[in-house]
């Protein structure tokens, strides 16, 4: 299964400067380059999301435990 994780300091997966939180960083994920990103939300760490993407499915996991980020 292929799908990218991106953790970050900003509010959008796509921002690589400016104005960020402070805390904990932010999870993204998503399918492929063409796929939308999902916000992981909760207190989840990269590790658990890689399990729980695993035991779930990409599908069943960003219902699960995700809101898409507006385009």
């Known amino acids: 299964m292929s799908y990218e994780i991106r953790l970050t300091q ?3 997966p796509e921002q ?3 104005q960020h939180t402070n805390g904990p960083a ?3 994920v998503r399918e492929d ?3 939308p990103w999902y916000f ?3 207190q989840k ?3 658990k999301v890689r399990q729980l993407i ?3 499915g990409f599908a069943n996991f960003t219902r699960r435990h995700c809101a898409r980020v507006c385009d």
Do not use: H, P, R
């Open 40 to 42: 992981v939300e909760g």
């Open 10 to 12: 900003y509010k959008d």
């Open 33 to 35: 380059d063409a796929s």
């Open 54 to 56: 695993e035991e779930l």
């Open 45 to 47: 760490n990269a590790y």
């Open 16 to 18: 690589k400067s400016g």
């Open 26 to 28: 932010n999870i993204f």
